[in-house]
Nanobody, 115 residues
Framework: QVHLVESGGGLVQPGGALSLSCAAV????????MGWYRQAPGKPRELVTF???????KYIDAVKGRFTISRDRTTNTAYLQMNSLKPEDTAVYYC?????????WGQGTQVTVSS
């Protein structure tokens, strides 16, 4: 059984920064990708960023230059550094991992950008 344990998030003013982490725990053979989706109220869940097993990172245009994803292979943990946050970044952020035996989701963490 594999679980994704998320931490981080919270409330920040526009222009501020927050970080998220996501640890994959359990019996893990291989991780193909790890990343985050987000879902704002009344909107569908959208992919934000992911990182591959060769450390290639991809971002949606809305966060390019502001968000940075990284990964620690030794602990199966992904990190998301979010800088220059905007009110439109407000959402529940869900960690996602594509493993050799399936796709897993974290419990979600709230990120609120407001003055």
């Amino acid at each position: 059984q594999v679980h994704l344990v998320e931490s981080g998030g919270g409330l920040v003013q526009p222009g501020g920064a927050l970080s998220l982490s996501c640890a994959a725990v359990g019996k893990i053979e291989h991780i193909h990708t790890m990343g985050w989706y987000r879902q704002a109220p009344g909107k569908p869940r959208e992919l934000v960023t992911f990182i591959t097993n060769t450390d290639t990172a991809k971002y949606i245009d809305a966060v390019k230059g502001r968000f940075t994803i990284s990964r620690d292979r030794t602990t199966n943990t992904a990190y998301l550094q979010m800088n220059s946050l905007k009110p439109e970044d407000t959402a529940v952020y869900y960690c996602n991992a594509d493993l050799s035996d399936g796709t897993y989701w974290g419990q979600g963490t709230q990120v609120t950008v407001s003055s």
